[in-house]
């Protein structure tokens, strides 16, 4: 019997520790883990090379009735297996209900998903230097 297929699921996924091999191992036990352990994610950190082991996100709506409500579109490499496949989670969150919603998993070659990651970099740069220069041009005398 797998440990999935355990049915003391809890203290078996408790135990459980990620080895790297193949990103199945995880998928197979993603619902619970993002319901009951999402921490232990960041055990996989280690995997994900340093410069994409954060997440990034692009506002892609505001409000303008009420300034503290952005929605983000949140991306991330979660892990990274053996043969080059990664694990990349996306979300949307709404900064005002501090709410996550339509939150999914794709496995990835690892040069997609970072290129997946630097568009969404690309597009948060673009934003700030847009609001930068709207400040400037408000304030400008």
């Known amino acids: 019997m797998s440990d999935v297929e355990n049915c003391n699921w809890k203290e078996t996924l408790e135990d459980w520790r990620w080895d790297g091999v193949d990103l199945k191992d995880i998928l197979l036990r993603l619902e619970v883990i993002s319901v009951h352990f999402m921490g232990m994610s960041r055990d996989w950190a280690a995997t994900v090379p340093a ?13 303008p009735f009420n300034s503290l409500e952005e929605i983000r579109e949140y991306v991330e490499i979660l892990a990274v297996d053996q043969a080059g ?19 999914t998993f794709q496995v990835l070659p ?25 400040v400037d041009v408000a304030l400008s005398p």
């Open 110 to 134: 690892l040069a997609e998903a970072k290129s997946v990651v630097d568009e969404v970099r690309r597009t948060q740069k673009a934003q700030a230097e847009q609001v930068a220069f709207e």
């Open 51 to 63: 410069d994409y082991r954060r997440c990034a996100y692009v506002i892609t709506s505001s409000n």
């Open 85 to 103: 496949q990664a694990l990349v989670g996306r979300s949307i969150l709404n900064t005002y209900l501090d709410a996550t919603y339509g939150e």
